[in-house]
């Protein structure tokens, strides 16, 4: 297995996922500003969209991360 490759997709997948998370905190909470008067209501929900784009974006790339260079051995 070739760890080097493991190690850089998880690399990209941590960083991706980070960005992935602040973006849909930013999104999430400019759009729910305009429709709840409460912002602990709004951040809340900012918060959860977060914390979900951040684990799915995580799995997704440790999936990568172990599967890819599996299949890279079998066809080369």
Do not use: K, W
């Not at 999430?28 to 959860?48: G, K, M, S």
């Amino acid at each position: 297995m070739q760890t080097g490759l493991t190690q850089a997709i998880f690399c990209f997948a941590v960083l991706f996922s980070v960005l992935a998370a602040a973006m849909a905190f930013l999104i999430t909470y400019e759009e729910y500003r305009h429709h709840y008067p409460d912002r602990r209501q709004v951040r809340n929900a900012a918060l959860q969209a977060a914390v979900f784009a951040l684990a799915f974006f995580l799995l997704v790339g440790l999936v990568l991360a172990v599967v890819l260079p599996i299949l890279l051995d079998q066809v080369v």
